[in-house]
């Protein structure tokens, strides 16, 4: 749960300001922007995510480095994108 | 040995072994990283092996699952004795075990507990379950709390009625003071946290070099960082430099993140005084929802009654947490307490100690054996 990864803005218009999607190993799903409320986010940009919130904006290339490090780093990266795929049915947003 | 050509990066990796081996003097150099990404990748990594026998790394109390003592999961495991209540929490916490249970084997005798990636999770399924009381476990640092408070800033937006927080969150900076303070481990300084920090910035660090006279450099995850933070390290210390220094700043900035620590500030205040597995209770080491809040606070809705629960036999969890002693000096590990079958709380998440000893090194070495 410590982990922070790094995904991609794929959409930013979604209705409400508090949220964007955010695509990370091909699943998309929402992440709450609200930490990152002073800077302008657009689709894209590459944003730092943890539990389900975005608490920094990466240059794409430590995004990149980021998502290549973590591929190395074990069992528990991978599980970490299992749960963000996680609760995908439905609305997901809230 | 690990195979420098293993790392994404291998010219620099070997540049930064042999600038720690030429920094290096003739005494010893006993450095603790606080945070338990930072204790994975060392193991992951095999770090240690690319330093010198001058230098130890002694492990912290960075893992949030591991510093929350047994009682605390025993507490929030008697609110699922309320036929009303879901449980949620995050993956790492459903594995901890409590005196009588973990939140997982809970659920499997029938509680409903439920693993969550994020709170907004929780408070979906409350928003979705208008009947239910959602309770969500929450833990973490400074990395997680603006988080929690968010959510409750939304279910607040949102007038959701069912949905609560057992508030858990800890503060990195008291542990870190707390042992310095204890003074028995000799340390000349300290790899900082990268993701706290992005949330806290450096400032709140400040303190170790002015009060206590020791270096921290708070430090990226890949094994390039935390090299050439060792490497700073290294260097302060034979100059007799006391600093904080950001090697993070693709990610850190010295003020933090303002509006992370803006929802914080907004929804939480410190406690008085929060248990700590490992060293005990440290003052104003932890937050609790405010009373403006208070209608999302689980502990004023339930009453939560407050459990001592003691660690199991021959365990050393705490003194392992402080840097006292190694996982390997633990009777259990590898015996009774393994990833699958955990006795304590540094066995169940990556950022364990245990777990990433367990994983990267005790496996190697019982193969090795035969
Ligand atoms: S091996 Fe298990 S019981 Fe021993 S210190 Fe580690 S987590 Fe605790």
Redesign the interface.
Known sequence: ????IPGMVSRSEVGDR?FVEVEIASIRRMV?I?????SPIAVGDWL?I????A??K??ES?AL??I??QA?????YR?ELD??A??MEG?DR? | MKMVDEY?NPEQIRALSAGIRAAVGDRSYRFMEI???HT??IY?FGLNELLPDNIELIHGPG???CVLPIGKVDEALTLTNDPRVILCA????MRVPGSKASPLEAKARGKDVR???????A??LA?DNPDKEVVFFAI?FE??A??TA?TI??AAQ?KVTNFSVFCNHVTVGPPIRSILESADLELDGFIGPG?VS??IGTKPYDFVAEEFGRALVVSG??PVDILESILLLVKMVNRGEASIYNQYV??VKRDG????VA?IQEVFEERPSFEWRGLGFIEQSAYRIQKKYREFDAEARFAIAEIRSPEPENAICGDVLIGAKRPENCPLLGVLCTPEQPVGALMV???GACSAYY?YVHRTLAAAKG
Request: charged share 20%.
């Open positions: 749960m410590c982990l922070g508090d709450h609200g930490m990152l409320a002073d730092l943890h539990v389900g919130f608490i920094a990466l240059p430590e480095s980021t290549d490090f190395r780093s074990g069992k528990d599980e749960a963000f996680s609760l609305e809230i | 994404r945070c338990g990404g994975h990748s992951r893992c949030p699952v995050f993956g790492d916490v693993m969550v990636y994020s709170p907004l999770d408070l979906k928003i973490g990395t997680t603006p988080s968010l800033l939304r949102l993701h992005a949330v995850f890949e693709r990610a993140n303002p509006a992370a929802a998440s990556s950022e994983t």
